[in-house]
């Protein structure tokens, strides 16, 4: 046998004893996997973790998967290995190490309807630039002289509309409002416009497809959303082709201030208008509808409110004024903590996309680098051990247990208010801490206030909010509305004469 016979001969069982060993070293290095069951092949147990819920649970699932395994665990979801994590501790730590251990990483779907320049699936150096464009248009300052009063209009402009004991469905009503309000605020379309509402019928489907099954076929709600999402796209290059014939560009909108103000590709831009667009209109609706939700079931919070914006509006009154300022915003303390109550219990966003990008260690237990990582916000939200009887609505918790009025106080001091504080992560955390928070806050306050100093709503049909993931209530809140007497007010009193 020649020396090249020989050395062929001996390649296959080397490599083969190289293999195994990589294969034992691999699974030794990882054998403190979370406990878990990885379910069915390729699909895993995805089927049962996105079966619908109440929104203001963590669901069969992960109640069952907690009970069995712990707050982390293993699974297979999304057709990936993944870690799920229900444990505060750990989110924080996969929130706070974006870009050195984990990133951002979306099922390949999201990135298909949204586009692959949305800032919601960008990664690195591009997706701080686009944040950084959004921070500095939603700057303190721009919420401040101009934002705050935009907000203001839409909200009274929807709310005027209202009549004495109609049924309104609450959440069409947030959602009207808060897309007007990105439409204007992103391309200054004005509402009730022809082309505005044009465009938010196709918005409407588009949003069908983004929460539907990924099925790429003739007739089914993702392709009917990406054909919507050409037209959404070819109507902004249109109003990006005006603004560059124009002598004097509208720096007022986002589109006029990304025109002049960054490097970005047309495709860049157009993507990341449609994301902001999709961010800024549907999670502000659906908290919006959940505070109605939750307060008409809370009357003791509602009186609250009631003499919180009363105070406000009687100084409004007092000093002349007509609108409400930001030194007003500050003082609608206790309707803060409504906003703070409403998203821990709703929980717009339950969950997160991550990828571990490094081998990582917590507490004894192996995250290979490659694995699919969920931080369940919504689980720390409601688990017992970080809030107080976390399943009830507790605006009170967010204050000292001494403001607690009896029998509502959810605090038990400082201390506890300090530790929920810690666990308290609606907006996400990082790097990637939402940029549009401080204005989903004031889009909150700015309706809350008009809502309590105008009308008394009840439920008009039982309706509650699902989790499919995404939240949603199935008959979109139906309520039935009656006008607060008028004898008081002036200034913040809506009339009905509005039309929307």
């Known amino acids: 046998m020649s020396d090249l016979e020989f050395f062929v001969f001996l390649v296959p069982p080397i490599m083969a004893v190289l293999i195994i060993l990589n294969l034992f070293k691999r699974k030794h290095k990882f054998q403190n996997l979370p406990p878990g069951d990885m379910g069915w092949p390729f699909l895993g147990e995805t089927i049962g973790y996105l079966r619908p819920y109440s929104a203001t649970t963590i669901g069969d699932f992960m109640q069952d998967h907690i009970s069995r395994y712990g707050k982390i665990f293993k699974s297979n979801l999304f057709g990936e290995p993944t870690i799920v994590s229900a444990d505060a501790g750990l989110n924080r730590y996969i929130l706070q190490n974006e870009g050195r251990l984990f990133e951002c990483n979306y099922p390949r779907s999201i990135g298909g309807i949204l586009g692959k320049w949305s800032m919601l699936v960008q990664v690195g150096q591009m997706h701080r630039d686009m944040r950084m464009i959004s921070l500095n248009f939603l700057s303190n300052a721009r919420l401040r002289n101009q934002l705050l009063s935009e907000v203001e209009k839409h909200t009274v402009l929807v709310l005027g509309s209202w009549k004495q004991d109609s049924v309104v469905c609450a959440q069409d009503e947030a959602k009207k409002f808060t897309f007007n309000f990105m439409a204007e605020h992103i391309m200054s379309l004005q509402p009730g416009n022809p082309e505005t509402e044009k465009l938010k019928k196709e918005y409407i489907t588009f949003m069908k ?100 914006h009363l105070e406000i509006s009687r100084a409004k009154k007092q000093s002349g004024e007509t609108e409400l300022n930001w030194d007003d915003y500050k003082k609608m303390e206790f309707t803060q903590c409504v906003i703070n109550e409403t998203l821990r219990l709703g929980n717009v966003v339950r969950f997160l996309h991550r990828k571990a990008v490094k081998d990582v260690r917590y507490k004894g237990y192996d995250i290979p680098c490659g694995w699919k990582v969920l931080p369940v916000i919504s689980a720390a939200h409601l688990d017992p051990s970080l809030f107080d009887r976390p399943h009830d609505f507790d605006p009170w918790r967010w204050q000292n247990a001494e403001e607690s009025p009896s029998g509502k106080g959810g605090s038990t001091g400082t201390s506890s208010t300090t530790k929920s504080s810690n666990n308290f992560m609606p907006f ?4 990637r801490l939402c940029a549009g928070s401080e204005l989903a806050k004031l889009e909150m306050a700015i309706f809350i206030h008009y809502l309590v100093l105008n009308f008394h709503w009840k439920l008009a049909a039982p309706d509650q909010a699902f989790a499919y993931p995404y939240v949603d209530f199935p008959n979109a809140l139906p309520i039935t509305i009656q006008h607060r007497s008028s004898n008081k007010l002036n200034h913040h009193i809506i009339t009905s004469n509005s039309s929307y």
């Open 428 to 431: 996400g955390g990082g790097p």
């Open 209 to 308: 497809g983004v929460v539907s099954a990924p099925l790429n076929f003739p007739g089914t709600a993702y392709r009917k959303a990406l054909q919507s999402r050409s037209t959404i796209l070819g109507f902004i290059e249109t109003k990006m082709e005006e603004r560059h014939n124009e002598m004097n560009g509208n720096e007022n909108d986002l589109l006029g201030w990304v025109l002049k103000n960054s490097n970005l590709s047309k495709e860049q831009i157009l993507d990341l208008l449609l994301s902001l667009l999709f961010a800024g209109h549907e999670t502000s609706s659906v908290a919006i509808a959940l505070s109605i939700f939750f307060l008409e079931s809370c009357p003791a919070a509602v009186q609250q409110l009631t003499e919180e």
